[in-house]
């Protein structure tokens, strides 16, 4: 056993020794998808400076501006909530208390 190591090559810990991350490449399947996609046609035609795109089952819902959260409800299918409300903490400026 070398110094620092234990048993098959652990640690010492009894553990064996922590794998190495799987190498990250651009692999060619992500580009396979993206050709065969609604993606690759929208991006054809408008560019990617017509991007943020939401698909809904394959099919363009939004492009150009991020989903508001009533339209995001609507595709869901769920009743759109208010936006919580937080009150300021006690001693900070709030939105009507004319000190901004």
């Known amino acids: 056993m070398g110094a620092g190591t234990g048993p098959a090559g652990g640690t010492g810990s009894g553990f064996p020794p922590p794998a190495s991350p ?16 609604p993606v690759k046609g929208f991006l054809d035609r ?4 017509a991007l ?6 394959d099919e363009v819902a939004l492009a150009g501006r991020y989903p508001q959260r009533a339209e995001l409800a609507r595709w869901l299918g769920v009743a759109p909530e ?8 006690p001693g900070s400026c709030g939105p009507r208390s004319g000190c901004c």
Not at 22 to 37: D, E, G, I, Q, T
Not at 52 to 57: F, G, Y
Request: glycine share 2%; no cysteine; hydrophobic share 40%.
């Open 82 to 89: 208010a936006p919580a409300s937080v009150p300021p903490a």
């Open 22 to 37: 799987a190498p990250r490449s651009r692999s060619s399947a992500p580009s396979a998808a993206l050709a065969k996609s």
């Open 52 to 57: 943020p795109l939401v698909l809904i089952d």
């Open 46 to 49: 408008s560019g990617q400076d």
